[in-house]
């Protein structure tokens, strides 16, 4: 038996208001483009933006696009939820490796609890927001 799970893209949501150091990702997704922090002293990603390296604290961070594809290491499907999602449930929110090594957590979309699995490939869904800038959630590849 498929098992529906909702998308929660009807949901209005509040566009963020950037940080400084998180401006730049939020541009991006003007575009529908997905780029991440890169710590060019560890060799390593990190998300969501933060001022500092995760690693060693400094402040030497890249910008990198990313193809924000990857696989599913984690998930758990929302039963009861709070306002503004109460009403919505089921829905389902993954934790996703990039390709790259990074993790990150969003909403999966246009996928049933069926096919939701372990392992399960994804890309970027962008869901459009009022000001322009899009949130990024993911569906099966």
Request: proline fraction near 2%; charge should be positive.
């Given at each position: 038996m498929m098992t529906a799970l909702n998308d929660t893209l009807t949901i209005p949501r509040e566009p963020p208001r950037p940080r400084s150091f998180s401006q730049a990702y939020w541009?991006?997704?003007?575009?529908?483009r997905l780029i991440v922090?890169?710590?060019?002293?560890?060799?390593?990603?990190?998300?969501?933006?933060?001022a500092?390296?995760?690693?060693?604290?400094?402040?030497?961070?890249?910008?990198?696009e990313v193809s924000g594809k990857g696989e599913?290491?984690?998930?758990?499907?929302?039963?009861?939820a709070r306002p503004p999602f109460q009403g919505h449930e089921p829905f389902a929110i993954g934790l996703?490796?990039?390709?790259?090594?990074?993790n990150v957590m969003?909403?999966?979309?246009?996928c049933s609890r069926d096919r939701?699995?372990?392992?399960?490939?994804?890309k970027p869904f962008w869901a459009p927001l009022a000001n322009g800038t899009h949130l990024l959630m993911f569906e099966p590849d």
């Open positions: 541009d991006a997704t003007r575009e529908k922090q890169y710590d060019k002293r560890s060799g390593k990603y990190q998300f969501f933006p933060r500092t390296s995760i690693y060693d604290g400094h402040r030497d961070l890249d910008w990198r599913v290491f984690s998930y758990t499907i929302a039963h009861r996703v490796t990039l390709d790259e090594g990074v969003a909403n999966i979309v246009h939701l699995k372990i392992g399960l490939r994804v």
